[in-house]
């Protein structure tokens, strides 16, 4: 079995228009709270991933680390990859497609409409749209990486800190 979370990163700063390049926006207070509330969540339901990967934009990468300190994975070894910031599902699917059939559960931290549209293909689940910090977890029937699809996945969950009751 091969298991897959998927996260968007945690509520970031909204600075006025070309003040910071979207690339360098951080996590705001809120999603500063939200990510090891989360990255704690998944840790007490034994979840620990073998790889990570996360967007090099500032505000996927910081929730990556946050979720990272919880779950006891290090730091260090997070996996930025471009095509998770600028290259859409398609490429995310790639990447996850190419992972080492080693390796049985892989995070992957991203950004919307991405997250959403490859949660809904490669789950068959539908999401509307992906909350901020929110996480799914895919389980797939299968011992490769390349094998994987909507035919062989089942949702185990999808949560998101105010389903979880940490805001009002």
């Known amino acids: 079995m091969k298991t897959l979370i998927i996260v968007r990163h945690a509520k970031s700063d909204h600075p006025e228009y070309g003040e910071i390049p979207d690339r360098n926006r ?14 704690e969540l998944l840790a007490s339901r034994n979840i620990k991933p073998d790889k990570i990967y996360s ?28 095509y998770i910031y600028s290259g859409g599902p398609e ?3 790639k990447l996850i497609k190419g992972t080492n059939n080693d390796l049985n559960l892989v995070a992957v931290f991203g950004h919307n409409p991405d997250v959403t549209i490859l949660t809904n ?3 068959g689940y539908t999401v509307q749209t992906f909350s901020t910090c929110g996480v799914v977890v895919i389980d797939f029937s299968t011992d490769k ?19 979880n009751k940490i805001h009002d």
């Open 26 to 39: 951080t996590l705001n207070p809120r999603g500063i709270k939200d990510a090891p509330f989360m990255g």
């Open 55 to 82: 967007s090099p934009a500032a505000r996927a990468l910081q929730t990556a680390k946050y979720f990272a300190e919880k779950l006891e994975y290090p730091v260090e070894n997070i996996q930025i990859e471009e």
């Open 91 to 93: 490429k995310m699917i």
């Open 121 to 123: 293909v490669i789950s």
């Open 145 to 163: 990486w390349e094998n994987i699809s909507n035919k062989n996945a089942k949702l185990r969950f999808y949560e998101y800190p105010k389903k």
